[in-house]
């Protein structure tokens, strides 16, 4: 395939930052260990929180995490940023946070035009609080509509960002329309009503 035609998250990953990473996502139902049971802490801050879906993402054949989407009763799709949710990723390779803070804006600024100083100072906030990843290790955030985000590694909760609008740009990342990598979104939508249609 021509590298014109590779998307801009896929050169990215073959340039070896693959935070967010990845070509191929897929409905896997193995990826969860625990049968899709939420930790304690996600049923307890979302009531009724059920596991919208899951993914496993690859780029040339080596894994580079799962993916689980929480969401609880009444949960649109189309609408995912008026509803609480949690999203968790266990990492297969390690990363820095600072990447994936710098990938998680560059992936932001795909479904609004975001001033140059604004991107700025959202990457440095979410540097702060992302932290370096090891494979095995887990990271969750908890989207809290209106308000902004938790983030938890593995049960210990690490930090909450007061920016509903950096948050919902954020978890945009995997659910946005706009997302850069559908077939993500479609995995982790799969078990809500017309969540897995393009």
Known sequence: MPWSRISSLKRWAL?????????????????????????????????????????????????????????????????????????????????????????SVEEMQRQASVPSEQAERWQQRLAAVIPDVQPGERLTGLYQPGQGMRLWRGSQELAAIDDAELARLFFGIWLSPQTSEPGLRSALLARTPGGGAP
Do not use: C
Not at 37 to 63: D, I, K, N, Y
Not at 74 to 96: C, I, V
């Open 15 to 103: 340039a070896g930052g693959a935070a967010l990473a990845l070509a191929v996502a897929s409905a896997n139902p193995t990826a969860g260990q625990d049968g899709g049971a939420a930790p304690a802490w996600v049923r307890q801050s979302l009531m009724g929180a059920t596991l919208a879906g899951e993914g496993q993402m690859r780029f040339l054949g080596l894994r580079i995490y799962d993916a689980r989407l929480w969401v609880t009763p009444g949960f649109d799709a189309s609408r995912f940023g008026a509803h609480p949710l949690a999203l968790e990723l266990t990492y297969h390779r390690g990363f820095t946070g600072a990447a994936i803070a710098r990938r």
